[in-house]
C-alpha cells in the first residue's frame, strides 16, 4: 500500500489513479484539487480510499497447488524437491506484476463447477478438480511431473470448465470479468481462466532421469534442462499464449500482428508458429537480442526468461501488462544500457515495498524493489538497445454487452517446447 506520497502530488495520483479506477472518476478529483486545504482533504480522502483497495489491485497471485504431484517432484521433504519448488515459485513472479482484475470464484449452494485439467502427475487427459475456490486476482495453477514423451521437458495451459448455477457465477467462469473472451460470441479481446496445469518431464528420451537444473542464480551446464526456462514458457501458455482465442486473433498470415508486438518490433508483425513465435525468435528492443521463452524449442543447457516480445505477445491476448517489462529489461534509468548506474538505482531502491518505479530500481513494474528486480537486472547486464518503442498500454475494454447462461468450454492444452537442438 502507497502511503503519504500524494501529498500536494494529486497529479501523480491522477495518472496512476486513472490506471487503477478509470479516467471518468479521477478526472473531477484532480480537476478539484487546486488550493492547499483541498489538497490536504483529498488525499485524507485518498489514502481512505487505497486503504479499502484489494491487494490484487497491485498485480495477480499465481497460487501453486502440488496435490496432483504424485510422483514427488516437487516434495519440499527432499532436497532435490525443494529446489524444484524454490525455482518455480520464484518462476511465476515474471507473471505476478499483471494488473488484470480478476473476479473470484467462489461455488456454494447455488454454483458449483469442476475444473477440468491435464493431470500434471499423470498425464490423464480432463481430469476432474470439484468446485475449488480461486480468490479474486488469483489463479491457480497445479503443477507436478510425470515421464512426458519424446523431447518434450514441459507441458501447460490453462484449465477447462464445466459449471452450473447463475448466470453470473458462470460468466465468472468464462472470463473472471475481462473481456469477450470467445469468438463464438463476438471478438474475442481477453482471455481470463481460472488457471491451469504444469508438468515437468521426469524421465529423459535414454531412459535416464532429466537432469533438470533447478538454481535461479546460475545458469544451467551443457545438458541439463532449466527448470526456470521451462516454467516461463509453459505459463506462458496458461495465460493463453498459442492458445487463446485472442492470441489467435492477431495471427494474419503467419504473422502475430498484435500492437503492442508490432509498436515494440518495430516492423509488420513477428512470425509464428503453431502455438509459439518462429524457431530462433529473438527479442527487441535489445541489439542482438536473446531468444523469447515462447519459442518452440529450447536449447539443453541455455536458460531463456520471459522476455519484452514475450510480454508484449500477452499483452495482445489481453493482459495488463506494466510498461516496465516491454521495455530493456533493467534499464532502470531508461537510456537504453542496463550498466553499473542501473545497478546502483536498483541497490538504493532495495526494500522499497510499494510505490516504486523504474527510476527507483523497480524493474518489473510491480510497485517493489525486491530481490526478483535485481535478478532481471543482472541477467541483462551490458545489454544494449538502439531506441526503445514508445510503448502504449493496450486499453482494457470498459463494457461487456454478454449475457449468457450455460458454460462447457475450452479443454485447452499445449504441449512442445522440445529439447530439441533448433539452431
Ligand atoms: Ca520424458
Ligand atoms: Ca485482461
Ligand atoms: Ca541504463
Ligand atoms: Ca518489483
Ligand atoms: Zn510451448
Known sequence: MVTGLWISMNCTFFAI???MIGWEVCAPVCAVGSSLRWRVLLNRALLLVFSLLPLSAYGLTIELNYDYDVNGFFDPQTIEGAKAREALEFAVQA????????LA?????????TARITHPGTGAPNYPVANPEVSAGTLLVFAGAWDLPDTQVGLGGPGGWEAQGTTAFVDVLRNRGQGITKDKY???VDFGPWGGALAFDTTGPDGNPRDWHFDVDTRPSAGQTDLLSVAVHELGHTFGFGISDSFYRKIDGDLFTGATVIELNGVAGVPIAPGHWASGTRSPPYDNGPRA???????LGSRVGFSPLDYAGLADTGWEVPSALLGLPGDMDSDLDVDGVDLMRWQRGFGITSGASLVLGDADGDGDVDRYDG?????????RATTLPGLAQVPEPTTLGLCLSLGLFFFSRRIELADSLDG
Open 95 to 102: 507473471f505476478e506484476p499483471f494488473t488484470d482484475q480478476l
Open 105 to 113: 470464484i467462489q461455488p456454494d449452494g447455488t454454483n458449483s463447477w
Open 17 to 19: 489513479c486513472s490506471r
Open 375 to 383: 535478478w532481471i537486472l543482472r541477467r541483462n547486464l551490458g545489454a
Open 186 to 188: 463476438g471478438v474475442a
Open 293 to 299: 521463452a515462447m519459442g518452440a524449442s529450447l536449447i
